[in-house]
Nanobody, 121 residues
Framework: AQLVESGGGLVQDGESLTLSCVAD????????MDWYRQAPGKQRELVAT???????DYADSVKGRFALSRDDSKNTVYLQMNTLKFEDTAVYYC????????????????WGLGTQVAVYS
């Protein structure tokens, strides 16, 4: 996979998790990055976005609890999730609107394979 998520797990409500998304070493840089999530039986939904300039935007359901950041020197984005709720349970996916490879090739709409987050009461 060109984007690899990690950091998911099983936590109790009110606890925190930090998800990471690391780009493959073949990737030199990436553009706007997003985290999506998909709960069982539901459509995939946008959770948070961060632009190359560091501007962020969040779904209303996570605003004030989640924080998205990026470290371009490490080609990594982080999703800090605080005060987790049962309804945050889902597979979380990292997405890049485009990536640039060291070969100078580019690709749009790149997805990771996802990491599972489960929150119990």
């Amino acid at each position: 996979a060109q984007l690899v998520e990690s950091g998911g797990g099983l936590v109790q409500d009110g606890e925190s998790l930090t998800l990471s998304c690391v780009a493959d070493t073949a990737i030199r840089s990436f553009g706007t990055m997003d985290w999506y999530r998909q709960a069982p039986g539901k459509q995939r939904e946008l959770v948070a976005t961060i632009t190359t300039g560091g501007s962020t935007d969040y779904a209303d359901s996570v605003k004030g609890r989640f924080a998205l950041s990026r470290d371009d020197s490490k080609n990594t984005v982080y999703l800090q999730m605080n005060t987790l709720k049962f309804e945050d349970t889902a597979v979380y996916y990292c997405h890049a609107d485009h990536v640039v490879y060291w070969t100078t090739n580019t690709m749009d709409n790149v997805w990771g394979l996802g990491t599972q987050v489960a929150v119990y009461s």
